[in-house]
Structure formats: C-alpha cells, structure tokens
T-cell receptor, first 113, second 112 residues
Framework: EPEVTQTPSHQVTQMGQEVILRCVPI?????FYWYRQILGQKVEFLVS????????KSEIFDDQFSVERPDGSNFTLKIRSTKLEDSAMYFC???????????FGQGTRLTVV | GQNIDQPTEMTATEGAIVQINCTYQ??????LFWYQQHAGEAPTFLSY????GLEEKGRFSSFLSRSKGYSYLLLKELQMKDSASYLC?????????????FGDGTTLTVKP
C-alpha cells in the first residue's frame, strides 16, 4: 500500500539552527500539507501546497518557515533559526483530491535544545 | 474562524459501545473526518461524512447532522487496541487548499 514517508524520524537541534524536514508524498497525490503537533496538544495546520505553490498557510507559518518541492517527489519544510517552542511532532500529509482522506507520514519529532 | 469541540477523555469497557461526539461552528462547512491516533503515531483515517446520516464501516460508524453542526463516532465491540485519541476534523467549501482543521481530540481508554 502506498504511504507517505518522512525523514528523519527524530531530529535534535540547537536553538537558532536551521532544520529541514523531508517528506515523500504518495506519488499520484496532488495536495501536500505540513501539520504540527506539540506534545499533548492538537494537530495544527501549518501549510498546504498545490500546483507547486503554497495554497494556504496558517498564522503559525511565519517567515521562519518555508516549503519546497525541489524535484517532483520530495516535499520539504525548512525551519530557520529554530526556537524552543518549535519542539513538536511534524507530520506531512497528502491527498489525491480536495475533500478526500489525508494520508499522514509517521512524523518527525523535532526537539530544540 | 472555526470552533470544534470534543470531550477530552472517555473511558469504556472492552466489548461495550462508545459514542464520541463532536460539535463544530464554522462558515463554509463541507465535510467532517474522523481519524484515529495512537500515542506517538500518525493519525489514520476512519471515516468521512459530507451528507447527513450514518456511515457504517465494520465496528465503526460515523454520523453527521449539518443543520446541528454535530457528528459522532460510534465504536462497537470495543477492543483494547481501540485505546487511542479520536480526532474530529472539518474541511471547508470553496478552497483549493483541502486542509483539515482538527479538534483537540478525545482520548479513549478501553478497560478490561
């Protein structure tokens, strides 16, 4: 069964450093997302990406964040100058069409120290 | 904005039936998803309702009332492995983003 894959599964970084979280969405899906889940809290939408551009972003997704689809398969989330409060599980998800089920990757647990 | 409410925690007994409710207030509502999330894992899809009524899928059923802004997830013949968080998520019309907005989730504990 096709799946969304994310790497790395865990990332520890020092405050102020940049991190890149990587995702490979399901190959025939068209819409890609990053969500964040702080430990014990809800899943929060960060950004959606369609047709090689951001289609929507939340207020969390400020200038510190950026996304890219550099080669037609990978979908990356870059966090510049990480802060302690960026520590969370970051989930990538993809859907084939609007209003269909989202397939989530297993997540990257980011710890900023 | 959107507001999605679910109970924080529920406890039920193995073999029993449990109903997890979700209410929402949002403009431009399109549909409602239920996902299951085990601790430390990714959410996995359970059901999607866009029309009023009950959708049944094995031990799990989901109901939607658009006029009341209300949904529930019904789990029958509970098993220990059903202990997880259950996330209600809504999607909106007229968007090319297709994003889901999640509630806080309901943590279900199934006891022997």
């Amino acid at each position: 069964e096709p799946e969304v894959t994310q790497t790395p599964s865990h990332q520890v970084t020092q405050m102020g450093q940049e991190v890149i979280l990587r995702c490979v969405p399901i190959s025939n899906h068209l819409y890609f997302y990053w969500y964040r889940q702080i430990l014990g809290q809800k899943v929060e939408f960060l950004v959606s990406f369609y047709n090689n551009e951001i289609s929507e972003k939340s207020e969390i997704f400020d200038d510190q964040f950026s996304v890219e689809r550099p080669d037609g398969s990978n979908f990356t989330l870059k966090i510049r100058s990480t802060k302690l409060e960026d520590s969370a599980m970051y989930f990538c998800a993809s859907i084939k069409e609007v209003n269909t089920e989202a397939f989530f990757g297993q997540g990257t647990r980011l710890t900023v120290v | 904005g959107q507001n999605i409410d679910q109970p924080t925690e529920m406890t039920a007994t193995e073999g029993a039936i449990v109903q997890i409710n979700c209410t929402y207030q949002t403009s431009g509502f399109n549909g409602l998803f239920w996902y299951q999330q085990h601790a430390g894992e990714a959410p996995t899809f359970l059901s999607y309702n866009v029309l009023d009524g009950l959708e049944e899928k094995g031990r799990f059923s989901s109901f939607l009332s658009r006029s009341k802004g209300y949904s529930y997830l019904l789990l029958k013949e509970l098993q220990m492995k059903d202990s997880a968080s259950y996330l209600c998520a809504v999607t909106l019309r007229n968007t090319n983003a297709g994003k889901s907005t999640f509630g806080d989730g309901t943590t279900l504990t199934v006891k022997p």
